[in-house]
C-alpha cells in the first residue's frame, strides 16, 4: 500500500503513523494485516470499480447481522463512525477499504472427511439462518443491494467476456458459446433451488479454525443466488484436488438436504463458467496473467465432465 493510503488510514482510524501495512493477499481484493504495535487488524481494499459503496455497505451489514447467528468477522468504524472508507485520487479512482478485527487461528490445510462434513453443516446453517433474516428485514435493508447471480451476470455476462478475449483460440470461443447455451438449456429444464443469501466462495481458505469454533470469512463475493450455486464451490475445489470421489459424501451429508444430482451439477457449472468469465477482467494478478487461457480451459474441462455426468456424485 502506497504511503498516502496508508497515512490516510492511520488518520481515519486513530493507528500510530508508525502502524506496519503488510500483504496477506493479493487476489479478488488486496487484503493488508495492519499492526499497530498495540493491536492487530485485517484491512481490504476493494478491487477499483467492482462493487459500489451501497455493495460494499450491504456486505458489511450481512456481517453485522449475521453476528448473531454464526462466527463471523467483526467491522471496525473509522473515527467518524464509517464502516466504509473511501479515498479518491486524482479524481478519477476511488478506492473503498474495509478494518476488520484481527482474528486469531489457524487455516484448515488439509481438511478430513470430518472438516468436509463440518463445512456442509456450515453452510446449511448459513443459508437457513440467512432466510430467517431476510424473512424479519424490510424491503428496503441496504443488505438487499448485493449481486444476483442470475443467469444474466453468471452466463451471458461472463460469455461476452471471454468471446472478446483476446488471448483465446476460435475454437476455445466457440466452446464457451455451446457450453454457454448447454448451461442455459439444463437450467431451462431442470428445477434448482430458490434464489435466496449465498456467501458465494465457501471453502477451506476463507474458514479459520479459533477455540471460539470456526470463523467464515471474506463475504466479497455474497448475493443471491441458487443454494447450489454456493454448493458448487467446496465441489470445484474437490474437484481441483481429485479428492471428489473421497470427499464429497461427507459434505453433502452435512448440509443435511435432500438435493438433486442434475441441481448440483448444474450449479457447479454455472459457478465454474462464472469464474471462468472473470479471468479477463483479473489480469491484473501475476499468476492468472501469465497463463489465463489454461485457468479458462480447466474451468470448460470440469464443466463439460459435470453436465455430462462423468464426475462423482
Not at 479478488?28 to 476493494?46: A, H
Not at 446453517?125 to 451476470?153: A, M
Not at 437450467?187 to 479454525?209: A, P, R, T, Y
Not at 448440509?255 to 462464472?274: N, V, W
Request: glycine share 6%.
Amino acid at each position: 500500500m502506497d504511503f498516502y493510503k496508508r497515512k490516510y488510514i492511520c488518520q481515519s482510524y486513530g493507528l500510530d503513523s508508525s502502524s506496519t501495512f503488510s500483504l496477506l493477499n493479493n487476489g479478488e481484493n488486496l487484503t493488508y494485516l495492519i499492526d499497530s504495535n498495540t493491536e492487530k487488524f485485517v484491512i481490504r481494499q476493494y478491487r477499483v470499480n467492482r462493487y459500489t459503496y451501497d455493495e460494499i455497505l450491504a456486505e458489511i451489514n450481512w456481517l453485522l447481522t449475521l453476528q448473531e447467528h454464526l462466527l463471523v468477522p467483526s467491522v471496525i468504524p473509522n473515527k467518524k463512525g464509517e464502516l466504509v472508507t473511501s479515498i479518491t485520487v486524482n479524481e478519477k479512482f476511488t478506492y473503498y477499504f474495509v478494518v476488520f478485527k484481527f482474528i486469531e487461528g489457524n487455516s484448515i490445510l488439509q481438511p478430513s472427511f470430518f472438516d468436509y462434513e463440518k463445512l456442509g453443516t456450515l453452510m446449511r446453517s448459513l443459508h437457513e439462518k440467512s432466510y430467517y433474516v431476510l424473512k424479519e428485514t424490510p424491503n428496503d435493508w441496504i443488505g438487499y443491494k448485493r449481486p444476483i447471480f442470475n443467469e444474466h451476470l453468471t452466463i451471458q455476462e461472463s460469455l461476452q467476456r471471454l468471446i472478446n478475449a483476446p488471448f483465446l483460440s476460435n475454437a476455445e470461443k466457440n466452446k464457451c458459446i455451446k457450453l454457454a447455451e448447454r448451461i442455459q438449456e439444463l437450467i431451462s429444464s431442470n428445477k434448482l433451488g430458490e434464489k435466496q443469501f449465498v456467501h458465494g466462495d465457501m471453502h477451506f481458505g476463507n474458514i479459520l479454525e479459533t477455540k471460539e469454533g470456526w470463523y467464515l470469512l471474506d463475504f466479497d463475493e455474497c448475493g443471491f443466488g441458487y443454494m447450489e450455486f454456493d454448493i458448487g464451490v467446496p465441489r470445484i475445489h474437490l474437484l481441483a484436488s481429485n479428492q471428489l470421489k473421497e470427499k464429497w459424501l461427507p459434505f453433502i451429508s452435512g448440509y443435511k438436504k435432500a438435493i438433486s444430482e442434475s441441481a448440483i451439477r448444474i450449479g457447479t457449472a454455472i459457478r465454474l463458467f462464472y469464474m471462468a468469465g472473470k479471468i479477463p477482467v483479473r489480469m491484473d494478478i501475476d499468476h492468472i496473467r501469465k497463463q489465463p487461457d489454461e485457468f479458462i480451459n480447466r474451468y470448460l474441462r470440469y464443466i463439460e465432465e459435470e453436465i455430462s455426468g462423468d464426475t462423482v456424485v
